[in-house]
């Protein structure tokens, strides 16, 4: 079946005030975003793996486990410079030392890095040192840290489902990434508790 130019005219009128327009996948092919120097596909038919520590501790544990993890085929290295933590007691990540180990796997090994971002002053910091850069599940409504993700840089944006996050509310915290410029978001359902 056909589809005549009024229904055609009627849909993009209709997308136009969709408030996820940018991430909405109707008549769309799947989008593929290409991460790091080796160009590892996320998305369509391919299956991506990202391996590591929850946050990068040190050194010798880090490389240790990039290492690990090259030698049995796994494209990308996450560990967590910055660490969002329910306590302020607890420990909250190595910061710029940690991306440097990270950038120190990465050269060692190969793999692309994959690590958080917390804040807008560290858009450029962390996307010097990180292929990936992702937002976790409390940073998924922070609009700002999305707006400025999406308007400095390309470089490719992990967006986890935020807690008790709808489909359509994590389509909408993509949205503003996409909407500022950056067309790489790949999205993420981390699951719940």
């Known amino acids: ?12 009128e209709l997308l136009e005030r969709h408030p996820y327009r940018n991430a909405v996948r109707a008549g769309r092919p799947d989008t593929i975003v290409h991460v790091g120097d080796a160009r590892t596909p996320i998305g369509g038919d391919h299956v991506a793996t990202i391996a590591g520590p929850c946050a990068v501790e040190g050194r010798d544990a880090l490389l240790a486990t990039a290492r690990g993890l090259a030698a049995m085929g796994v ?18 990540g190595l910061g710029q030392e940690g ?10 090994t190969g793999m692309s890095v994959v690590t958080e971002i917390l804040d807008t002053a560290d858009v450029e910091l962390v996307a010097e040192h ?21 308007e400095r840089t390309d470089k ?17 915290a993509a949205e503003y990434i996409l909407a500022a410029g950056n067309p790489n978001v790949i999205l993420c359902e981390r699951g719940i508790r």
């Open 99 to 108: 991306l440097e180990l990270l950038a120190e796997a990465r050269e060692l």
């Open 1 to 12: 079946m056909t589809r005549n130019s009024h229904d055609q005219m009627f849909d993009a």
């Open 156 to 172: 490719p944006i992990l967006l986890k489902r935020g807690m008790a996050a709808t489909v359509e509310e994590l389509l909408c």
């Open 130 to 150: 990180a292929d990936v850069l992702q937002v976790g599940t409390r940073n998924m409504a922070n609009f700002r840290l999305l707006h400025a993700l999406g």
């Open 75 to 92: 494209p990308m290295l996450r560990g967590g410079a910055f660490k969002p933590r329910t306590s302020p007691h607890s420990f909250q």
